[in-house]
């Protein structure tokens, strides 16, 4: 099964920014909604807390109140990449931040918010952030 690869964590200061992205290649992704979530126990994605979502076009996003205001997901769906810019972070948002896709279609402007709703998953990338 092809898996969502992720890039572009670090470390950087609390008031930074950083942009993930998130390479989710062809029709396998396409059709569908694509997510971010975060583990800071360093346990996996298994309950991973939602972060954000985004619908197959680009034109419906959905996002935790943790991070509404700060952080933004967007999609270029001519290069099957999905992003997480990050804004204003806080020490609080460290964490490993995985890209997830779904395969399942969902009506109107609905996008899932559980782990349990996507079924593919990026090795997840590291970001820091430092008081």
């Known amino acids: 099964q092809v898996q969502p690869v992720e890039s572009g964590g670090g470390l950087v200061q609390a008031g930074g920014s950083l942009r993930l992205s998130c390479a989710a290649s062809?029709?396998?992704?396409?059709?569908?909604?694509m997510a971010w979530f975060r583990q800071a126990s360093g346990k996996g994605h298994e309950f991973a807390e939602f972060v954000a979502a985004i619908n197959w076009n680009g034109e419906t996003t959905y996002y935790s109140d943790s991070v509404k205001g700060r952080f933004t997901v967007s999609r270029d769906t001519a290069l099957n990449t999905v992003y997480l810019q990050m804004n204003s972070l806080k020490p609080e948002d460290t964490a490993v931040y995985y890209c997830?896709?779904?395969?399942?279609?969902?009506?109107?402007?609905?996008?899932?918010?559980?782990?349990?709703?996507?079924?593919?998953w990026g090795q997840g990338t590291q970001v820091t952030v430092s008081s």
């Open positions: 997830a896709g779904s395969h399942r279609y969902y009506t109107g402007s609905y996008l899932p918010d559980d782990y349990t709703d996507y079924d593919s």
């Open positions: 062809g029709r396998t992704f396409s059709n569908f909604p």
